[in-house]
């Protein structure tokens, strides 16, 4: 079939293409078969009839089924494309041998080892709160202790959230994880903890549930019981800086290293460019003996068999499959189907379903063996690919990814945004027009592999950065000052 060159046919299985560029109608899209209407650049369009209740192809998998007959040429989209998902499944375990992934070339970056083994990216002081109600007093404290000891760390933050009073249950839990796994970040040099003193979230439970902290690089107090808590909390972070500012980097192996997989603002392209290509980065780095995590389980949805079938063991299968299913058990209680997605901003951008868009973002993962799974605020433990349950919304989800572990977050995005995370986050372009509109927002531009550029150069590119990123250079988002943490709600609220 000769394939007009605006055109990407992704898999010969499929009976969609998707445009590079602005198609015209009356366009030749191949033999025979002319576009009947505008296709914006990354829409689809179909290359042979689909008949209504067939399956459209994508990527060489279903993304949905047709409403109504499509003709050759027609846009496919969502006036005549519906998903097929519905509710929960029954999964079975039907491993592939994993693919052999070649060992990178020997990579180094220049980390920060801790002493329980974890090696950071960044030298820094985290203040955190186990309630809202002193977020701002975190706030205040890191914004005069920032000036005072400005160059003797890599930075002194804020993390604030407005939760932890007036939660019970497994909410509570989530919580006090959340903050105990961030003040054990390999990122943070140092961590105070400052509590108010009435709150549910009681901070010597915050404590008990960070049994990895080093207590010399821990520093923790209730406002309630302090006379003056700017003091207290200088005089800590004081204390603080003066340990970590005697660590130095030094030559870690990329198997100390920790890559948080993210997605957000997707586009037609997503699939196509930047996600396959931090698949490629994944696949280095667990190649090498290192870990990718991978979130957003609402966005696996349609795609979750290619990570089951890549799963270690049965047993790593059967943890997947519940996740999967409690997460669409969450969608079912609460009213609403498990297939609300993709965004406003997706669909503008090209993608129809949810299949569409989890197909695409599985990709991030790359070929690797999945080898963990965990549950929202847990902690990885295992190299490989590891699945971390967390919504698709950004900053919840890169705040799950840090609180696992992630030290750089490589974050794919087709419509833009300038959230910025603890670990340092490389914002990758799905398309050029993005990284040449939002400079100061995008760190990479993945959008030149849709204009000719190797997957192999633009792989080795990126894997450059990331370990520039590691060594110590500044992301754009650290650049702008973005840096923000946010919690998962889900349960009653006194």
Same mark, same amino acid.
């Given at each position: 079939m000769a394939l007009n060159p605006s055109l990407l046919h992704v898999d010969p299985r499929d009976n969609v293409a998707v445009a590079v560029r602005l198609v015209e109608p009356g366009e030749t899209l191949c033999d025979g078969v002319t576009a009947s209407a505008q296709i914006a650049a990354g829409h689809k369009v179909a290359l042979q009839p689909i008949a209504a209740g067939e399956p459209v192809l994508k990527y060489g998998w279903?993304?949905?089924?047709?409403?109504?007959?499509?003709?050759?040429?027609?846009?496919?989209?969502?006036?005549?494309?519906?998903?097929?998902?519905?509710? $929960?499944?029954?999964?079975?375990?039907?491993?592939?041998?994993?693919?052999?992934? !070649? +060992?990178?070339?020997?990579?180094? #970056?220049? %980390?920060?080892?801790?002493?329980?083994?974890?090696?950071?990216?960044?030298?820094?002081?985290?203040? $955190?709160?186990?309630?809202?109600?002193?977020?701002?007093?975190?706030?205040?404290? !890191? +914004?005069?202790?920032?000036?005072? #000891?400005? %160059?003797?760390v890599d930075g002194v933050h804020a993390l604030t959230h407005p939760f932890g009073c007036s939660q019970l249950g497994g909410d509570l839990a989530a919580t006090r994880d959340m903050i105990a796994a961030l003040a054990s970040h390999p990122n943070a040099g140092g961590a105070l903890i400052i509590g108010l003193g009435c709150e549910n979230n009681q901070l010597d439970k915050v404590l008990e549930a960070a049994p990895s902290l080093d207590p010399a690089r821990l520093r923790a107090f209730t406002a309630q019981m302090a006379?003056?808590?700017?003091?207290?909390?200088?005089?800590?972070?004081?204390?603080?800086?003066?340990?970590?500012?005697?660590?130095?980097?030094?030559?870690?192996?990329?198997?100390?290293?920790?890559?948080?997989?993210?997605?957000?603002?997707?586009?037609?392209?997503?699939?196509?460019?930047?996600n396959p290509l931090v698949g490629r980065i994944a696949d280095k780095v667990t190649a090498g003996g290192g870990t990718a995590v991978l979130t957003e389980i609402p966005e696996i949805f349609g795609a979750e068999r290619l990570l089951m079938s890549r799963a270690k063991d049965e047993a790593v299968f059967r943890q997947i499959a519940s996740l999967v299913n409690d997460f669409k058990d969450y969608f079912i209680s609460h009213g609403e189907p498990v297939s609300e997605n993709p965004s406003p901003g997706n669909i503008a951008g090209g993608i129809t379903t949810l299949e569409e868009k989890s197909l695409g973002a599985v990709q991030k993962a790359g070929r690797g063996q999945v080898t963990e799974v965990l549950r929202y605020g847990g902690q990885a433990h295992e190299h490989g690919v590891v699945l971390l349950e967390a919504p698709g919304n950004d900053a919840v989800s890169s705040t799950a990814l840090t609180a696992a572990g992630a030290t750089v977050i490589l974050f794919t995005t087709g419509r833009g945004t300038p959230l910025g995370f603890p670990a340092p986050t490389l914002k990758i372009a799905t398309n050029s027009g993005l990284a040449q509109r939002k400079p100061n927002w995008i760190d990479f531009d993945a959008g030149r592999i849709a204009s000719g550029e190797s997957f192999d150069d633009a792989a080795d590119r990126l894997m450059e950065l990331v370990v520039a990123t590691a060594s110590g250079k500044a992301t754009r988002a650290e650049e702008n000052g973005e840096r923000e943490i946010a919690l998962w709600k889900r349960g009653v609220t006194l």
């Amino acid at each position: 079939m000769a394939l007009n060159p605006s055109l990407l046919h992704v898999d010969p299985r499929d009976n969609v293409a998707v445009a590079v560029r602005l198609v015209e109608p009356g366009e030749t899209l191949c033999d025979g078969v002319t576009a009947s209407a505008q296709i914006a650049a990354g829409h689809k369009v179909a290359l042979q009839p689909i008949a209504a209740g067939e399956p459209v192809l994508k990527y060489g998998w279903p993304i949905g089924r047709a409403r109504a007959d499509i003709a050759p040429g027609e846009h496919v989209h969502t006036h005549n494309v519906a998903t097929a998902l519905e509710g $929960l499944e029954e999964y079975v375990w039907a491993p592939t041998p994993p693919d052999a992934l !070649a +060992a990178p070339r020997q990579t180094t #970056f220049q %980390g920060y080892r801790r002493s329980n083994g974890k090696v950071g990216t960044r030298n820094e002081i985290w203040i $955190l709160c186990t309630v809202g109600c002193v977020g701002r007093t975190a706030q205040r404290i !890191a +914004a005069e202790a920032a000036k005072r #000891f400005e %160059g003797r760390v890599d930075g002194v933050h804020a993390l604030t959230h407005p939760f932890g009073c007036s939660q019970l249950g497994g909410d509570l839990a989530a919580t006090r994880d959340m903050i105990a796994a961030l003040a054990s970040h390999p990122n943070a040099g140092g961590a105070l903890i400052i509590g108010l003193g009435c709150e549910n979230n009681q901070l010597d439970k915050v404590l008990e549930a960070a049994p990895s902290l080093d207590p010399a690089r821990l520093r923790a107090f209730t406002a309630q019981m302090a006379e003056d808590e700017m003091e207290e909390g200088l005089k800590a972070v004081a204390e603080l800086v003066a340990i970590a500012e005697q660590d130095r980097r030094e030559p870690c192996p990329v198997s100390d290293l920790v890559v948080g997989l993210k997605c957000g603002g997707s586009d037609g392209f997503s699939g196509l460019t930047a996600n396959p290509l931090v698949g490629r980065i994944a696949d280095k780095v667990t190649a090498g003996g290192g870990t990718a995590v991978l979130t957003e389980i609402p966005e696996i949805f349609g795609a979750e068999r290619l990570l089951m079938s890549r799963a270690k063991d049965e047993a790593v299968f059967r943890q997947i499959a519940s996740l999967v299913n409690d997460f669409k058990d969450y969608f079912i209680s609460h009213g609403e189907p498990v297939s609300e997605n993709p965004s406003p901003g997706n669909i503008a951008g090209g993608i129809t379903t949810l299949e569409e868009k989890s197909l695409g973002a599985v990709q991030k993962a790359g070929r690797g063996q999945v080898t963990e799974v965990l549950r929202y605020g847990g902690q990885a433990h295992e190299h490989g690919v590891v699945l971390l349950e967390a919504p698709g919304n950004d900053a919840v989800s890169s705040t799950a990814l840090t609180a696992a572990g992630a030290t750089v977050i490589l974050f794919t995005t087709g419509r833009g945004t300038p959230l910025g995370f603890p670990a340092p986050t490389l914002k990758i372009a799905t398309n050029s027009g993005l990284a040449q509109r939002k400079p100061n927002w995008i760190d990479f531009d993945a959008g030149r592999i849709a204009s000719g550029e190797s997957f192999d150069d633009a792989a080795d590119r990126l894997m450059e950065l990331v370990v520039a990123t590691a060594s110590g250079k500044a992301t754009r988002a650290e650049e702008n000052g973005e840096r923000e943490i946010a919690l998962w709600k889900r349960g009653v609220t006194l």
